[in-house]
């Protein structure tokens, strides 16, 4: 008998072919060299800021509630009620867009449409639909409310129509054999299909428009986000500890709360 | 599902007389709720200037085009900027999301009581603040410029992907964890010979997700001052350059596409 080969097994390489791998990790490499070379870095600010950053970690042990209170308590209600009501209008809005852009109900003109609306709505960000609404609504929620309902749009339309597309066409089916009407259609075979994913996406939705509404702010939409760019302008942090601990409390409230909602609804 | 017995016929309804009581109040509170929000919302906006939005919505759109295409090559260097800024900021977010994510998953972290619940601090805190936030505070901290949006990229990543990952490692499977551990290996090794590759296609997939969602924040960022091309957009706003605006916007559009495809195609590739 030959002396047995000793073989110790070696896990495959992600990349098969071994030209490929290496111009991968010497690409990948190139570029961290030269892009962490192009970052300037201002390191004598940066160990200035040090200080600072500490003392806002502290600030989070003895948050300020009171003495921006009222300011505080505004700018909450204002994203509150901005979130509640874009997320209602835009509900309404998308539902008919999101029909719309489903292939199996639309025929294709509106259907090409509605996908277009879906797909401006999706590329534009929040920050930047704010700025436009901001310029041509003037400061203040209002603004707040049009550039969350707009973003809304782009998002559940999308989902709702992709499930719409995806619902089972024997009901659909069944349905028109009865001889129903369009919109009896709508009501009766596909509505109860996407009724609790489109109640799941709209709670989704209202946890993301809180989260945005708190960002809009910075560049004048009302809201928290205001408030909160206020209180870093003159270096009140333990005022903007305080507001960020509000916001994450209430994103984990609206998180834990929609997601027991969900359950129930499936 | 109910029937409806009246004078000699049977009929079918969908729910019963109880049952659509409560759901008719369920949507009559929805609607008080929001008529009420309506009402706080609006109770400070100036009417007349919302009536003038179509007018001013025209007078933009006029100062807009044409777009000053010249300003384009001012552009090139904030965008390798922005492009650094979600890259670098995907990378480092990666750096301090794994060990995260293997600290939350039920399956591996080293205890439940003590470390697993820091970790999912760590991640709803990193999750419940947009990186604009991040930004905002970072700029005061380290000072404006690329670094702060690196840093605020990173800070909001880790939880985005701390807690995608989390989640595809407490659902893969543990047969091939029992297989390793029979053969003697070290709890080090079951991870690396029997989590890792598991979790390795879902670990790519997050995080080439997220860097498309970076892209995408990271050329806004400048407007809290964390650099990239966003600077430029606050600059040219500032000044009314609307011509500007118009090509900035169209550059942001243009990346975000672009990256969106890249991501898409690597996604496809991976799984």
Same mark, same amino acid.
């Given at each position: 008998?030959?002396?047995a080969v000793?073989?110790?097994?070696?896990?495959?390489?992600l990349?098969?072919?071994?030209?490929?791998?290496?111009?991968l990790?010497?690409?990948?490499?190139l570029?961290?060299?030269?892009?962490?070379?192009?970052?300037?870095?201002n390191?004598?600010?940066?160990?200035?800021?040090?200080?600072r950053?500490?003392?806002?970690v502290?600030?989070?042990?003895?948050?300020?509630?009171?003495?921006?209170?009222s300011d505080?308590?505004?700018?909450?209600?204002?994203?509150l009620?901005?979130?509640?009501?874009?997320?209602?209008a835009?509900?309404?809005?998308?539902?008919?867009?999101?029909?719309?852009?489903?292939?199996?109900?639309?025929?294709?003109?509106?259907?090409?449409?509605?996908?277009?609306?879906?797909?401006l709505?999706?590329?534009?960000?929040?920050?930047i639909?704010?700025?436009?609404?901001?310029?041509?609504?003037?400061?203040?929620?209002?603004?707040?409310?049009?550039?969350?309902?707009?973003?809304?749009?782009?998002?559940?339309?999308?989902?709702l129509?992709e499930?719409?597309?995806?619902?089972?066409?024997t009901?659909?089916?069944?349905?028109?054999?009865?001889?129903?009407?369009?919109?009896?259609?709508?009501?009766?075979?596909?509505q109860?299909?996407?009724?609790?994913?489109?109640?799941?996406?709209?709670?989704?939705?209202?946890?993301?428009?809180?989260?945005?509404?708190?960002?809009?702010?910075?560049?004048?939409?009302?809201?928290?986000?205001?408030?909160?760019?206020?209180?870093?302008?003159?270096?009140?942090?333990?005022?903007?500890?305080?507001i960020?601990?509000?916001?994450?409390?209430?994103?984990?409230?609206?998180?834990?709360?929609?997601?027991h909602?969900?359950k129930w609804?499936? | 599902?109910p029937l409806l017995?009246?004078?000699?016929?049977t009929?079918?309804?969908?729910?019963?007389?109880?049952a659509?009581?409560?759901?008719?109040?369920?949507?009559?509170?929805?609607?008080?709720?929001?008529?009420f929000s309506?009402?706080?919302?609006?109770?400070d906006?100036?009417w007349?200037?919302?009536?003038?939005?179509?007018?001013?919505?025209?007078?933009?759109?006029?100062?807009?085009?044409?777009p000053?295409?010249?300003?384009?090559e001012?552009?090139?260097?904030?965008?390798?900027?922005t492009?650094n800024?979600a890259?670098?900021?995907?990378?480092?977010?990666?750096?301090?999301?794994?060990?995260?994510?293997?600290?939350?998953?039920?399956?591996?972290?080293?205890?439940?009581?003590?470390?697993?619940?820091?970790?999912?601090?760590l991640i709803?805190?990193?999750?419940?603040?947009?990186?604009l936030?991040?930004?905002?505070?970072?700029?005061?901290?380290?000072?404006?410029?690329? @670094?702060?949006? &690196? %840093? =605020?990229?990173? +800070?909001r $990543?880790?939880?985005?992907?701390? *807690?995608l990952?989390?989640?595809? #490692?407490?659902?893969?499977?543990?047969?091939?964890?029992?297989?390793?551990?029979?053969?003697g290996?070290?709890?080090?090794?079951?991870l690396?010979?029997?989590?890792?590759?598991q979790?390795?296609?879902?670990?790519a997939?997050?995080t080439?997700?997220?860097?498309?969602?970076?892209?995408?924040?990271?050329?806004?960022?400048?407007l809290?001052?964390?650099g990239?091309?966003?600077?430029?957009?606050?600059?040219?706003?500032?000044t009314?350059?609307?011509?500007?605006?118009?090509?900035i @916007?169209?550059? &942001? %559009? =243009?990346?975000? +596409?672009? $990256?969106?495809?890249?991501?898409? *195609?690597?996604?496809h590739?991976? #799984?």
């Amino acid at each position: 008998m030959a002396t047995a080969v000793r073989r110790t097994w070696r896990r495959p390489p992600l990349v098969a072919d071994r030209r490929l791998r290496w111009l991968l990790y010497g690409g990948a490499l190139l570029y961290l060299v030269l892009a962490t070379s192009t970052v300037e870095v201002n390191w004598a600010r940066v160990w200035d800021g040090l200080g600072r950053g500490w003392a806002f970690v502290q600030s989070f042990f003895r948050p300020d509630f009171t003495t921006r209170g009222s300011d505080i308590l505004q700018g909450m209600i204002e994203s509150l009620t901005m979130t509640v009501t874009a997320t209602v209008a835009g509900i309404l809005v998308s539902v008919p867009i999101g029909i719309g852009a489903a292939r199996n109900l639309a025929p294709l003109p509106i259907y090409l449409v509605c996908r277009g609306l879906i797909a401006l709505s999706r590329a534009l960000q929040e920050v930047i639909v704010a700025i436009f609404f901001v310029a041509m609504f003037g400061f203040g929620p209002f603004a707040g409310f049009l550039t969350l309902t707009f973003n809304t749009i782009g998002f559940l339309g999308k989902l709702l129509a992709e499930d719409i597309e995806d619902i089972d066409e024997t009901q659909v089916e069944a349905i028109r054999s009865t001889g129903a009407s369009w919109p009896q259609l709508v009501n009766w075979a596909v509505q109860p299909q996407v009724m609790p994913r489109l109640i799941g996406l709209s709670l989704y939705r209202l946890d993301i428009n809180f989260r945005e509404s708190a960002v809009i702010g910075i560049v004048g939409a009302g809201g928290i986000g205001a408030t909160l760019e206020t209180a870093m302008d003159r270096y009140e942090y333990d005022s903007a500890a305080a507001i960020l601990l509000v916001i994450i409390a209430i994103v984990m409230l609206a998180e834990y709360s929609s997601s027991h909602v969900r359950k129930w609804v499936q | 599902m109910p029937l409806l017995r009246a004078e000699d016929r049977t009929s079918w309804r969908h729910r019963t007389p109880r049952a659509q009581l409560a759901l008719w109040f369920g949507w009559l509170m929805l609607v008080a709720l929001t008529v009420f929000s309506w009402e706080v919302m609006t109770r400070d906006t100036i009417w007349a200037f919302v009536a003038d939005a179509p007018r001013q919505a025209a007078d933009i759109g006029s100062r807009m085009v044409p777009p000053r295409w010249s300003y384009l090559e001012q552009l090139w260097w904030p965008l390798w900027d922005t492009l650094n800024i979600a890259t670098l900021g995907t990378l480092l977010a990666v750096l301090f999301a794994v060990p995260v994510a293997f600290c939350a998953a039920r399956n591996t972290t080293p205890s439940t009581v003590l470390v697993r619940p820091v970790a999912l601090l760590l991640i709803v805190a990193s999750r419940s603040i947009n990186s604009l936030i991040w930004g905002l505070l970072l700029v005061a901290i380290v000072g404006p410029g690329t @670094l702060a949006g &690196i %840093l =605020a990229i990173a +800070l909001r $990543s880790i939880g985005f992907i701390g *807690k995608l990952l989390y989640e595809a #490692i407490e659902e893969i499977d543990p047969a091939p964890v029992e297989a390793v551990t029979a053969t003697g290996a070290s709890r080090l090794q079951v991870l690396d010979y029997a989590i890792v590759p598991q979790v390795l296609p879902a670990f790519a997939g997050i995080t080439v997700f997220r860097w498309d969602i970076n892209i995408r924040e990271s050329t806004v960022l400048g407007l809290v001052g964390a650099g990239g091309i966003g600077l430029k957009l606050q600059a040219s706003l500032n000044t009314l350059a609307w011509p500007q605006v118009t090509v900035i @916007l169209l550059v &942001i %559009l =243009a990346t975000v +596409l672009v $990256s969106e495809w890249v991501s898409a *195609k690597v996604r496809h590739a991976i #799984i």
